[in-house]
């Protein structure tokens, strides 16, 4: 879980309740690390053209979910 320190500024104390939201939809048998970002940089959504193009985002949390089948 990659979170912006921006959106920690925003939420203070009420922070562990993101980390709360995404544990409930996931799951609490899956581990979970993570860390505070500057910002993140990519597309809004590659599969559009007007939506392709890289772009900064901020106060932004960034999932990456690992597995198998």
Not at 7 to 16: A, C, P, W
Not at 36 to 57: A, N, Q
């Amino acid at each position: 879980m990659f979170s912006c320190v921006g959106r920690k500024l925003v939420l203070g104390r009420r922070i562990q309740e993101e980390v709360d939201a995404v544990r409930e939809i996931i799951g609490l048998d899956v581990p979970l690390i993570g860390f505070y970002t500057y910002g993140e940089i990519g597309p809004i959504d590659k599969t559009k053209k007007e939506l392709s193009s890289v772009k900064f985002h901020n106060e932004t949390v960034v999932l990456w979910v690992l597995g198998k089948e």
